[in-house]
T-cell receptor, first 119, second 114 residues
Framework: AQTVTQSQPEMSVQEAETVTLSCTYD???????LFWYKQPPSRQMILVIR??????QNATENRFSVNFQKAAKSFSLKISDSQLGDTAMYFC????????????????FGKGITLSVRP | NAGVTQTPKFQVLKTGQSMTLQCAQD?????MYWYRQDPGMGLRLIYY???????DKGEVPNGYNVSRLNKREFSLRLESAAPSQTSVYFC?????????????FGDGTRLSIL
């Protein structure tokens, strides 16, 4: 079974600076997707960015980008120009791709990291 | 657009009581999911429904039952609540059950069992 590890429980960054959140995962599969979800104090789970494993190019969404290292099974999230509204828990998640895998076709989440943006 | 709607948002139960958490989506999605979130842990899948008429166990199904009432609605039932089921419960839906389709989450139900 796949596992997702977020070893940093919390981080803090000054407003307007850049921060990188780490994530590693373990799988024997070759085709999968990786995700970063944001959970602000409002509790809603918001998809920030996703990466298909077969794509070598790192995904980017405005101020958010990833550093995907498939061989190292690493998937970090970089937030540029941090804003106060980025304060939230961030979850890294994994899912097999392709056809329905039954019980394997589910999101597996890491434990999350609490990010605080200081004014 | 409402997206995924969960009711109630908060609930307190006594041990042994039963309760049904409701979830409805208006995006015409085929797949729906129930997760629980505990402190210091990420979300864990309880049950999922790949399509209308089907349900399957996830990672932590014990103590729960589900019903996919129709394409829109997917309910989670606690027959005899236990303090270990105190958690925040999230419902999610996606177009299809594969990774290509992102999951959309509701706002969660905070459930406390005394």
């Amino acid at each position: 079974a796949q596992t997702v590890t977020q070893s940093q429980p919390e981080m803090s960054v000054q407003e307007a600076e850049t921060v990188t959140l780490s994530c590693t995962y373990d799988t024997s599969e070759n085709n999968y997707y990786l995700f970063w979800y944001k959970q602000p104090p409002s509790r809603q789970m918001i998809l920030v960015i996703r990466q298909e494993a077969y794509k070598q190019q790192n995904a980017t969404e405005n101020r958010f980008s990833v550093n995907f290292q498939k061989a190292a099974k690493s998937f970090s999230l970089k937030i540029s120009d941090s804003q106060l509204g980025d304060t939230a828990m961030y979850f890294c998640a994994f899912m097999y791709s392709g056809l329905w895998h039954g019980a394997n076709s589910k999101l597996t989440f890491g434990k999350g990291i609490t990010l605080s943006v200081r004014p | 657009n409402a997206g995924v709607t969960q009711t109630p948002k908060f609930q307190v139960l006594k041990t042994g009581q039963s309760m049904t958490l409701q979830c409805a989506q208006d995006m015409n999605h085929n797949s729906m999911y129930w997760y629980r979130q505990d402190p210091g842990m990420g979300l864990r899948l309880i049950y999922y429904s790949a399509s209308e008429g089907t349900t399957d166990k996830g990672e932590v199904p014990n103590g729960y039952n589900v019903s996919r009432l129709n394409k829109r609605e997917f309910s989670l039932r606690l027959e005899s609540a236990a303090p270990s089921q105190t958690s925040v419960y999230f419902c999610a839906s996606s177009e299809q059950g594969t990774a290509f389709w992102p999951q959309h989450f509701g706002d969660g139900t905070r459930l406390s069992i005394l």
